[in-house]
């Protein structure tokens, strides 16, 4: 990268959705991995760019059922009182929509705003609620100066869905820790085979659960959410599956173990406007293990069918059922699949590949 011969130097406000300082010491405690956007704004400095954050640190908001609204309010109301010192604001889109709102009417010019954003909005939702959603994304939109996704087919998305051109919306990929999401120094011992799937949200587990009801093989569920647990757990019950068992809220370091140890991972989702499972996905990618995933909006993107990833149609129970069945009865398969798609998180999809692309982008953006 060039940018380390620059002489000028550019000042960046970065606006996280979740506490960055505390984030930042449990990466640094070892006790969770990097994710891409800490490590952009933690590598800046070595690329002229001057970094600062404004995030809230209280528990108490963390826990509220408002902490979302709540903490964004808070991060406009101390942004507005900076504002000209930065020449560029990197922002999720929750805590940026009201500073965008008021650069449309104040017609703002300094600083240049890009956006880190997963979906347009809610487009499944409808009324008064929903139109008024939709006014401000687009007014969002048009004010930034660049909107980041982490799927290419969200480009057309979200210019379709927005009304703006799309040279305003870029594509760079999602990034993971290699270094903490690695495969197993020796081949892991096991008595027997078992999958992982892992997840909180727009996970199809009521399918899964019905395919591996007639395959020999264990199905651990890894969630944060306990309503999640609790509904699975229930599931299995009544159709009294003993293969199937939940991990609820495991630590990172526990979760890395766990991926090293399993045979593959699936992940069954469901079809929605948005890039999910991305995270789980990569990070059994970069554990060395094949994964089978539902093909949804941005897996296309990160696997290549057949050789780094196994990709299903959405709902599909008997083609689910059927790639579950080749990888466990084919363990130079799996080994395969496995290996190719560890190369291929470390040549695209590390931390630090994708990083450079991010500060790239940002002294495209400040010319």
């Known amino acids: 990268m060039h940018r380390k011969k620059q002489n000028r130097k550019i000042k960046l406000l970065y606006l996280p959705e979740y506490p960055f300082y505390r984030r930042l010491a449990q990466i640094n405690k070892e006790q969770r991995p990097w994710d891409i956007y800490t490590w952009v704004i933690q590598v800046a400095p070595q690329y002229g760019i001057d970094m600062d954050t404004i995030s809230v640190e209280n528990k108490v908001l963390l826990r509220a059922p408002m902490s979302y609204k709540i903490r964004g309010f808070l991060q406009v109301v101390k942004t507005l009182f900076v504002l000209y010192r930065y020449d560029i604001i990197l922002a999720w889109r929750g805590p940026c929509v009201p500073i965008l709102v008021a650069r449309f009417f104040f017609r703002w010019r300094k600083p240049k705003i890009i956006i880190i954003a997963w979906r347009p909005f809610d487009t499944k939702s409808r009324g008064v609620k929903h139109r008024f959603k939709k006014m401000l994304a687009k007014i969002a939109t048009l004010m930034s100066d660049k909107v980041i996704v982490v799927s290419s087919p969200q480009v057309k998305q979200f210019s379709d869905a927005l009304g703006v051109s799309e040279e305003k919306i870029s594509f760079l990929p999602y990034g993971v820790d290699c270094k903490f999401f690695k495969p197993a120094k020796s081949e892991v011992q096991r008595e027997e085979p078992f999958l992982v799937t892992i997840g909180n949200v727009y996970r199809d587990d009521a399918l899964l659960l019905d395919v591996i009801k007639d395959i020999p093989i264990k199905m651990i569920r890894v969630t944060t959410f306990s309503s999640v647990a609790k509904k699975l757990e229930k599931r299995a019950m009544r159709k009294r599956l003993k ?16 991926l090293q140890k399993s045979a593959f991972v699936v992940l069954p989702l469901i079809s929605t406007d948005q890039p999910v499972g991305l995270t789980a996905l990569m990070e059994a990618m970069a554990v060395g293990k094949p994964v089978i995933v539902t093909k949804g909006l941005a897996c296309t993107d990160y696997i290549i069918d057949g050789e780094t990833g196994i990709l299903v149609k959405p709902g599909d129970k008997l083609q689910l059922k059927k790639k579950i069945l080749e990888l466990l009865r084919n363990p130079e398969k799996r080994e395969r699949i496995g290996l190719a798609a560890r190369r291929a998180i470390e ?12 500060i790239d982008l940002i002294w495209e953006v400040t010319q």
């Not at 293969?243 to 766990?258: F, I, K, Q, T, W």
């Not at 040549?347 to 991010?358: C, G, H, N, P």
């Open 347 to 358: 040549r695209k999809f590390s931390l630090e590949i994708v990083a450079r692309k991010w």
């Open 243 to 258: 293969n199937v068992s939940v991990r609820l809220g495991l630590p990172y370091s526990e979760l890395a173990d766990l």
